[in-house]
């Protein structure tokens, strides 16, 4: 068994906190970094998380692209994010790869890097405090529990981030919904594209800014990804697309792959 690692996460983390404020009294502020420090930190946490799984099992290191396919959907996605990566984080990730594997899609998310290698190779497991994984049926550890994801379970935690938006990667899903709103509203008019398509219309949105949400909130599957050309696949409900439990899921069609 594989354990995935959101890498993205740890090494933030880390190099972050190997960090130091220098203050000279005037006009300069230095920030300073020991790369040793950062470097063991992040060891450190993943030989915490091996340890969790008995310390027989193998890490797989995912990162993010520098360029993301979400941009092209909207540009201001993440724009809110621009802030420079803490000291020594790139030179942590070059230090990984001569001791670990590491992995890096084009255009894509580390999130989304892992949920297709977690549908390709299923029985690994998926490492991340990040809650969009929850998309992804499969085991997932996020940091406190463990446990598994089923298709129904993702695909309806696809359409909640749909309505609910995530104000973190800067899109605002249906104006005022929130999950627990979004889950009452599923819960009484069912898991359905319909569903979502009518909640953002009572918002006075049409159906191409619920589109928009649905392929911004869509973490990737191997069934989301066209290797050949590697792109993503844009995701598209189909006629009548819901949720049913215990059900198989009618399934979206592709777009096309991105441009």
């Known amino acids: 068994m594989k354990l995935y690692l959101d890498?993205?996460?740890?090494?933030?983390?880390?190099?972050a906190a190997a960090e130091t404020e220098i203050d000279w009294g005037s006009d300069v502020i230095m920030v300073t970094s020991k790369f040793s420090?950062?470097?063991?930190?992040?060891?450190?946490?993943?030989?915490r998380i091996i340890g969790e799984f008995g310390g027989f099992n193998e890490p797989v290191l995912f990162f993010s692209d520098s360029h993301n396919f979400r941009k092209?959907?909207?540009?201001?996605?993440?724009?809110h994010r621009n802030r420079k990566k803490p000291c020594g984080y790139r030179r942590v990730i070059n230090?990984?790869?001569?001791?670990f594997e590491v992995i890096v899609m084009d255009s894509l998310e580390a999130d989304d890097a892992l949920g297709i290698f977690a549908t390709k190779f299923p029985g690994n497991v998926i490492v991340s405090p990040?809650?969009?994984?929850?998309?992804?049926?499969g085991s997932l550890y996020n940091l406190d529990e463990k446990f598994t994801v089923t298709p129904?379970?993702?695909?309806?935690w696809h359409l909640i981030q749909t309505l609910a938006g995530d104000q973190t990667d800067g899109y605002g899903g249906a104006p005022g919904i929130g999950v627990k709103r979004a889950e009452i509203l599923f819960e009484k008019h069912g898991y359905s594209w319909e569903t979502v398509v009518k909640a953002f219309a009572d918002k006075d949105l049409g159906e191409?800014?619920?589109l928009q949400n649905a392929r911004l909130a869509r973490i990737l599957t191997v069934d989301d990804?066209?290797?050949k050309r590697k792109r993503p696949f844009l995701w598209t409900p189909t006629a009548g697309y819901r949720i049913d439990d215990g059900a198989e899921l009618q399934d979206a069609t592709h777009e096309g792959s991105t441009s």
């Open 7 to 15: 890498a993205d996460y740890i090494v933030y983390k880390s190099c």
């Open 37 to 47: 420090e950062a470097y063991a930190n992040v060891l450190k946490d993943i030989n």
């Open 72 to 79: 092209d959907i909207l540009p201001s996605y993440k724009g």
């Open 95 to 99: 230090e990984l790869k001569k001791e």
């Open 130 to 137: 990040d809650k969009d994984l929850r998309q992804i049926p």
């Open 152 to 156: 129904s379970d993702g695909a309806k």
């Open 208 to 210: 191409d800014i619920a």
């Open 225 to 227: 990804y066209d290797f």
